[in-house]
């Protein structure tokens, strides 16, 4: 099984982060030194992705522009001596074949995939959510389409998380495979407590086979009046083996304003330029 496209839904309004988000999409705020939205594309081709579809919104152009060659800034740039810049900016735009396909209407995640049904064909695909960034050896993509090679089927991150937690998510039904591996009976979005199938939730990545498309074209809408991804991939794991996989690594849900600050302190840390003052500023901080 060879995944070669994948899809950044990247459509919502992002409320949770208003004022910021009102002029700026918050796939574009920026994480340390570069947008959310390249860390996500980063992740996708270092998992081999070759073609990237961003589904977008009225008022978020400013992520083509981004991926796109900006020649009189180039020039400016290079003019100037500043070819460390330059070059920056060029990987950005080099990184992958990036295509744009508006929502037209916030009918939710599972429409907002279906929407890409003729962009992706009659292959695997890959769907990573816009504003849940990870921070992993391997990236999280790369674990999870290693596991829909191994069992030839879908396959969907995952996480054990408590019951504050879990009524924001999907929770899932599942069987142990092997280590960090099951298989998935069921599952349910954003369930109550006494809905909830268990505590591993679905978060942000999943390989899925091409049969999701047909499913979503009938799924009605369920959760928030919304068409749900997981609405149409629970018919999905009915139909086909799916999997989940317990991802080595961290997620942070940048949109919201407690995750993304999260994030942001722990990439600047780890960042070589900024890390180590940055430690520096916060053990004298946290001192006062
Ligand atoms: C979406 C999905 C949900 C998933 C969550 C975390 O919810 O609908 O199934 O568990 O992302 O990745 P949202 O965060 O858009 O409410």
Redesign the pocket.
Known sequence: MKVRKAIIPAA?LGTRMLPNTKSIPKEMLPLVDKPVIQYIVEEAVSAGIEEILIITNRGKSSMEDYFDYAPDLEKALLRDGKTRECETIRAAADMADVFYLRQKETKG?GHAVWRAKSFVGNEPFAVL?GD?IMLSETPVLRQLVDAAEKYGCSAIAAREVDDAHIV???SLQISPLEDRIYRIHDMN??PTLSEKLSNY????RYVLTPEIFSILESTPPGRNNEI???DGMRELCHQQSMVAVDFEGKRY?T?NLCGYLEATIDFALRNAEVGPWLREFMREKLAD
Do not use: P
Request: no cysteine; hydrophobic share 35%.
């Open positions: 919502g995640l959510l849940d924001k998510y999907s979005e954003k939730a679905i978060l942000g749900q991804l997981t849900d949109g």
